[in-house]
């Protein structure tokens, strides 16, 4: 039996954000009570005209340039022409002919490796509305119908579950970066239709493709591919791959199985044509050239930035811009002078610490990189110590006012060196005994002499000049 590797494809579906919905007026917002967002064209009331909302079609194009497609040299619509409860007017407005970007790529890190993955095409569409299923009855919730929808393929290159939810998350946190979609899955944000063959290692033909569809959650992505990898492959094994048909399957909680839904005979003809209600309109390099310069860096270029030219650890790294407000708070300390890992230990470990444990953003904080470094300079100074910096740290946050507030002449940090000079001259004199085990070997003694600078300064004395000045008298 020859070796099988399966092939996958991802049809990725993501709601993006904007005040109203991408060809009515309707709020765009999350909403649990139903119909509570509609207008007339959402209901598809007679004698209402679509009208594209910018935004949508500029957030489509941004994604399109950062994936690195083709735009195309004029945007329109199509009309998807098929009937479903959820689809009032019995057609979607979507595109096809000319999506808003084709043969892009981008790169994706999969265990430490970076892998190439190819987009088909971007294209912009209005969601459905939603049906809600009970014992007897049925139920559509229209404050779906209408909200933008960007829906991304990619060609079929990937070949492990794995992969395809490194994609996932690369693709999340592109959208929450160029901050055109929360990219939320609780919020039904994004759902992936998932396409699984299998074929010999040692042959490009691909094996019957096998489509799942409307998969909310990542998770859900991740097992049901493994799923179908399983029972396909041991269909091939057992000699019976011609019983994997070429059909359209949903993905079922209860049982963790793939359940058959329709087959390639009775996939549905939409009858596509141009939208006639909508003009198309030119996408000039000039629009472009604004778009571009509205992308931020994106997460995996700062990433590597952080790495080779700041040398932090991958782990940090990784934390740091997994959130694009807190990848710029730390850019902004690297730009008012911080140094890099002293900035990212206080964000990685004290900051986010906070901002966990209070369910706060980072750029709503009272502790702006300004304030980060004016706690720092003073550690670096010696004006206080790290551990007194961390009380300082949690009275900023908690009362709001400037770090200068809460460094007191009283609560300074004692740096002085004829003062320290001074103290601990005295504790040595009066302390004969253990400076007599000390010289005979006793060395963890010196410990008991910081301990005893410590306690006469109440907590006060620069640890690290404390030990300077403690080695060179014990050592004489």
């Given at each position: ?253 209860e049982t963790q199985k793939t359940v058959h839904m329709r087959s390639k005979v009775d996939a549905i003809d939409?009858k596509y044509f141009v939208e006639p209600n909508i003009p198309k309109y030119k996408v000039t390099q000039e ?33 740091l811009v997994k959130d694009r407000d807190i990848a710029d708070y730390f850019e902004e300390c690297l730009n ?141």
């Amino acid at each position: 039996m020859k070796k099988q590797i399966p092939v996958i494809g991802i049809e990725m579906h993501c709601e993006l954000k904007s005040k109203a919905k991408v060809f009515s007026r309707a709020s765009n917002a999350y909403s649990e009570i139903p119909n509570s967002n509609i207008a007339l064209l959402d209901l598809a009331f007679p004698g209402t005209l679509p009208v594209v909302n910018q935004k949508c079609v500029e957030d489509s194009l941004k994604v399109s340039l950062a994936l690195n497609c083709t735009q195309p040299e004029y945007i329109y619509f199509d009309r998807k022409n098929y009937y479903y409860p959820d689809l009032p007017k019995g057609y979607q407005i979507t595109q096809m002919s000319e999506p808003v970007g084709v043969n892009g790529k981008t790169e994706i890190e999969v265990n430490g490796n970076l892998k190439e993955v190819l987009i088909h095409d971007v294209h912009l569409e209005e969601d459905a509305a939603s049906l809600d299923h009970y014992f007897d009855t049925s139920t559509i919730d229209y404050n779906r119908c209408g909200v933008p929808l960007l829906e991304l393929v990619t060609e079929p290159c990937f070949h492990s579950a794995e992969e395809v939810l490194a994609f996932l998350e690369h693709m999340r946190r592109i959208y929450q970066y160029l901050d055109v979609s929360e990219a939320d899955t609780k919020k039904g944000q994004i759902r992936c239709d998932v396409n699984v063959s299998i074929r010999d290692i040692d042959t490009e033909e691909l094996g019957t493709r096998v489509e799942v569809k409307n998969v909310n959650s990542f998770s859900g992505v991740v097992d049901t591919i493994n799923y179908e990898i399983e029972r396909q492959t041991k269909l091939k094994e057992e000699g019976r791959y011609n019983e994997v048909e070429q059909d359209t399957r949903r993905w079922d909680e209860e049982t963790q199985k793939t359940v058959h839904m329709r087959s390639k005979v009775d996939a549905i003809d939409y009858k596509y044509f141009v939208e006639p209600n909508i003009p198309k309109y030119k996408v000039t390099q000039e629009w472009l050239d604004k778009l571009k310069e509205e992308i931020p860096r994106l997460y995996l270029e700062r990433k590597y930035d952080y790495i080779n030219n700041y040398n932090l650890s991958n782990y940090d790294a990784s934390i740091l811009v997994k959130d694009r407000d807190i990848a710029d708070y730390f850019e902004e300390c690297l730009n008012l002078g911080i140094e890099a890992k002293t900035a990212s230990n206080w964000i990685t470990t004290q900051i986010m610490g906070y901002l966990n444990k209070e369910e706060r953003k980072i750029k709503d904080i009272f502790l702006t990189p300004k304030r980060l470094k004016d706690l720092t300079d003073l550690i670096s100074k010696g004006t206080i110590s790290f551990k007194q910096a961390k009380e300082i740290f949690d009275k900023v946050l908690m009362e709001q006012k400037e770090v200068k507030e809460f460094v007191k002449e009283d609560n300074a940090q004692l740096s002085d060196k004829e003062e320290l000079n001074q103290i601990i001259d005295e504790i040595i004199n009066n302390s004969p005994n253990q400076v007599e085990q000390y010289h005979n070997g006793k060395t963890n003694l010196f410990d008991y002499f910081v301990g005893q600078v410590m306690k006469n300064t109440r907590g006060k004395a620069n640890p690290v000049l404390t030990k300077e000045i403690l080695k060179e008298k014990l050592d004489k």
